[in-house]
């Protein structure tokens, strides 16, 4: 089986990062895991050294810089990008194993379905949302996780070193030469800013931020606003 990499951005994520690291042990073949510390100032650190990951300090806190660093230090041929708090369901080896032996599989990007774990109608409305712009604007972003050949990675540059918006931007890159595809499994992202925030607020807020990218505004500018 290729052997896959996993690069995790993390910031103050040692009360999610236990549970993501005991799905990826399900692995049966060779894996190396990255989690990319953007400056935590929790436990993260030691929670990523008892799950048996390595860890790498990122020079420059900020999510794109963090997965650009991860991924320049990985050494698979795959590079499977997840965040911290995101889950890996039950058959999620099977589901990926199945992509990975795909003969076609290093010409395109693969994501996960959408999923998230709190039980609310107007949730799974905005999965319905997410999987339509998925399929057909080729729009998945980052906590749908993203599976790839380093050598599509490479070709399209990879990830970014800004502060916001930095799966947009990979994959708007990725949409220009090849198709993103499903890999045919939900991976499950944790459902407390939703529930923190808001789920109207949320995506109206996350829409507004992307128009204002389309438009050309600044990631770091981006950034600041999201903060606050």
């Known amino acids: ?30 894996l190396e895991i990255l989690v990319v510390d953007g400056g935590s100032g929790d436990a993260t650190a030691a929670v990523t050294r008892i799950g048996g990951a390595g860890l790498l300090r990122s ?41 990975l032996e795909r003969p076609d599989a290093e010409r395109q990007a693969w994501y996960f379905d959408f999923r998230i774990s709190e039980q609310r109608p107007m949730l799974r409305l905005l999965e319905a949302a997410v999987a ?15 599976l790839i050949h380093r050598r599509l990675y490479s070709a399209v540059g990879g990830y970014r070193p800004i502060p916001l918006m930095e799966d947009l931007d990979l994959v708007q890159r990725l949409g220009a030469q090849t198709r993103l595809r499903r890999i ?26 992307r128009r204002r990218w389309a438009r050309g505004a600044s990631a770091d500018g981006l950034a600041r606003d999201y903060r606050r």
């Open 1 to 30: 089986m290729a052997g896959l990499s996993v690069v995790i951005p993390a910031l103050n994520e040692a009360g999610t990062l236990p549970l993501l690291l005991a799905d990826l042990a399900t692995w049966p073949g060779d």
């Open 59 to 99: 020079p420059v806190a900020g999510r794109g810089q963090q997965l650009r660093w991860g991924a320049a230090q990985a050494h698979g041929p795959w590079l499977l990008v997840l965040h911290a708090d995101s889950r890996l369901p039950m058959g999620w080896v099977d589901a990926v194993t199945a992509v």
């Open 132 to 146: 339509w712009r998925s399929r057909w604007r080729q729009r998945p972003y980052g906590d749908q996780g993203l």
């Open 184 to 209: 045919g499994h939900p991976l499950i992202t944790s459902g407390r800013r939703w529930q923190r925030q808001g789920v109207l607020h949320l995506a109206w807020r996350n829409a507004l931020l």
